[in-house]
């Protein structure tokens, strides 16, 4: 019987986890739903599980605070609405990253490469070495975008992606600001469209509404026990992290 746990704070994506789950050959036991960062660390100190399906954002934060308080043997399929921590992932034990939302297919070739881990165990360290640099190598071939579209009443002009210090959405609608702060409307319609399109090392979604790059990062300030406030370079407000976000945000700014 393999014993698995969910971490995920969301209940319908736990519930389609659990349905994909049923529906595999092997025998698998659901040991625990959780929900919290809390309760998952209480839980991996007190039991060993054969896999771990984690969320990342969860109710009361991030889930590498888990694995930065308990030290795990146990595999993680991570599945997450953002692609920004794939790297912080790999670095957790993680064997896949299932973006949401992901296919049945998708989930059951995360679950054959688990079982393939599983039963090479004397190689076990090869293959995730292998993995993660199948993965790296992948990344550093990935072109980012170079400059943004913008589109004015003037006409068409172009924003170099080296000199936004960060993007905003408002209501479906996109901006990109410079060092000068200046506000260019972009052609794209999502945050996330945006998102895929920067270096993860560069570029950082500190909350729901807006990403940060780090070249234009002047100060960093606490701004209450689990948020930061963040002071971008020509602009005179302050940018707030998300409490689920700042835990991998001093990680990233450090890098």
Same mark, same amino acid.
């Given at each position: 019987?393999?014993?698995?746990?969910?971490?995920?704070?969301?209940?319908? #994506?736990?519930?389609?986890?659990?349905?994909?789950?049923?529906?595999?050959?092997?025998?698998?036991?659901?040991?625990?739903?959780?929900?919290? %960062?809390?309760?998952?660390?209480?839980? @991996?100190? *007190?039991?060993? %599980?054969? @896999?771990?399906?984690?969320?990342?954002?969860? @109710?009361?934060?991030? #889930?590498?605070?888990?694995?930065?308080?308990?030290?795990?043997?146990?595999?993680?399929?991570?599945?997450?609405?953002?692609?920004?921590?794939?790297? *912080?992932?790999?670095?957790?034990?993680?064997?896949?990253?299932?973006?949401?939302?992901?296919?049945?297919?998708?989930?059951?070739?995360?679950?054959?490469?688990?079982?393939?881990?599983?039963?090479?165990?004397?190689?076990?360290?090869?293959?995730?070495?292998?993995?993660?640099?199948?993965? *790296? *190598?992948?990344?550093?071939?990935?072109?980012?975008?170079?400059?943004? &579209? %913008?589109?004015?009443?003037?006409?068409?002009?172009? %924003?170099? &992606? /080296?000199?936004? &210090?960060?993007?905003?959405?408002?209501?479906?609608?996109?901006? #990109?600001?410079?060092?000068?702060?200046?506000?260019?409307?972009?052609?794209?319609? &999502?945050?996330?469209?945006?998102?895929?399109? @920067?270096?993860?090392?560069?570029?950082?979604?500190?909350?729901?509404?807006?990403?940060?790059?780090?070249?234009?990062? /002047?100060?960093?300030?606490?701004?209450?026990?689990?948020?930061?406030?963040?002071?971008?370079?020509?602009?005179?407000?302050?940018?707030?992290?998300?409490?689920?976000?700042?835990?991998?945000?001093?990680?990233?700014? /450090?890098?």
């Amino acid at each position: 019987m393999i014993k698995v746990i969910i971490i995920e704070d969301e209940i319908p #994506a736990r519930n389609k986890l659990k349905r994909f789950i049923s529906e595999l050959e092997e025998p698998v036991e659901i040991v625990a739903e959780i929900d919290t %960062v809390e309760e998952a660390v209480t839980f @991996l100190k *007190n039991s060993t %599980v054969d @896999l771990i399906f984690s969320d990342i954002e969860l @109710l009361d934060g991030n #889930a590498f605070e888990i694995y930065s308080q308990v030290n795990i043997s146990s595999p993680i399929i991570f599945t997450t609405a953002y692609d920004q921590y794939w790297m *912080n992932a790999f670095e957790s034990n993680g064997i896949e990253y299932l973006l949401k939302p992901f296919s049945q297919n998708r989930f059951e070739k995360a679950w054959g490469k688990f079982l393939l881990l599983r039963t090479s165990a004397p190689e076990q360290n090869d293959v995730l070495i292998k993995l993660k640099q199948m993965l *790296n *190598n992948s990344h550093t071939e990935k072109k980012y975008k170079k400059r943004f &579209t %913008v589109s004015s009443h003037q006409g068409t002009y172009f %924003v170099n &992606t /080296e000199e936004i &210090t960060f993007f905003e959405a408002e209501e479906g609608i996109v901006f #990109a600001f410079d060092a000068a702060g200046k506000k260019h409307l972009l052609n794209e319609s &999502t945050l996330k469209e945006i998102e895929n399109q @920067l270096s993860p090392s560069d570029f950082f979604r500190i909350n729901r509404s807006e990403i940060v790059q780090k070249i234009h990062i /002047e100060r960093i300030e606490r701004y209450n026990k689990n948020t930061l406030s963040i002071q971008i370079k020509g602009q005179k407000i302050h940018l707030i992290t998300s409490q689920s976000n700042t835990s991998a945000f001093r990680k990233w700014i /450090e890098e």
